[in-house]
T-cell receptor
Framework: NAGVTQTPKFRVLKTGQSMTLLCAQD?????MYWYRQDPGMGLRLIHY???????AKGEVPDGYNVSRLKKQNFLLGLESAAPSQTSVYFC???????????????FGQGTRLTVV | DAKTTQPTSMDCAEGRAANLPCNHS???????VYWYRQIHSQGPQYIIH???NNETNEMASLIITEDRKSSTLILPHATLRDTAVYYC?????????????FGTGTRLQVTL
């Protein structure tokens, strides 16, 4: 059971380049999230999805797009990378919350992205 | 989601109990209190969550005040491996959306 897997783990981009970060989960979770974490700060929500084919904006969505074509995958895209997008990106997934059901989120190990 | 306030940092001697406070004075009736921790630069790890009652699991205990405006995470016997940033999060369920909104957390340093 792999849990939440992020690809790639490290990447260096030039300003203006595009790339896609892949998040895959094998726990049949409905919810998936993308966060970014800058040095000395907590995680900030970029986008999230409550099910296959759905996406929604989080706190800091500008400059990013997402897609959830398959339930197990959540893709984060940067169309034109900027130095301000240098960060560590974390993906997470969880069950659909229902009453007092155990609904903790499981996180991937992160993707370190540097935009130069 | 309700905002949370935590101390920036705390120290704890190994073997002693670590008590991490969190204020969430604007919490609503359907909002749960969650605790996560992040060790070094790894992905956050779930610790415990609760609504009204105190909770205990193999990792920690969660004490929520009767008015639910604050809570305390207790690590009963802290070890060096518990050194991490601890996040207190208030999570709401609205039927179609549920978000985890992280603050800056408390950096716990466990020392010999």
């Amino acid at each position: 059971n792999a849990g939440v897997t992020q690809t790639p783990k490290f990447r260096v981009l030039k300003t203006g380049q595009s790339m896609t970060l892949l998040c895959a989960q094998d726990m049949n979770h409905e919810y998936m999230y993308w966060y970014r974490q800058d040095p000395g700060m907590g995680l900030r929500l970029i986008h999230y999805s409550v099910g296959e084919g759905t996406t929604a904006k989080g706190e800091v969505p500008d400059g990013y797009n997402v897609s959830r074509l398959k339930k197990q995958n959540f893709l984060l895209g940067l169309e034109s990378a900027a130095p301000s997008q240098t960060s560590v990106y974390f993906c997470a997934s969880s069950f659909f919350p229902s009453g007092y059901r155990d609904t903790e989120a499981f996180f991937g190990q992160g993707t370190r992205l540097t935009v130069v | 989601d309700a905002k949370t306030t935590q101390p920036t940092s705390m120290d704890c001697a190994e073997g002693r109990a670590a008590n991490l406070p969190c204020n969430h004075s604007t919490i609503s009736g359907n909002e749960y209190v969650y605790w996560y921790r992040q060790i070094h630069s790894q992905g956050p790890q779930y610790i415990i969550h609760g609504l009204k009652n105190n909770e205990t699991n193999e990792m920690a205990s969660l004490i929520i005040t009767e008015d639910r405006k604050s809570s305390t995470l207790i690590l009963p016997h802290a070890t060096l491996r518990d050194t991490a940033v601890y996040y207190c999060i208030v999570r709401s369920y609205t039927g179609t959306a549920s978000k985890l909104t992280f603050g800056t957390g408390t950096r716990l340093q466990v020392t010999l």
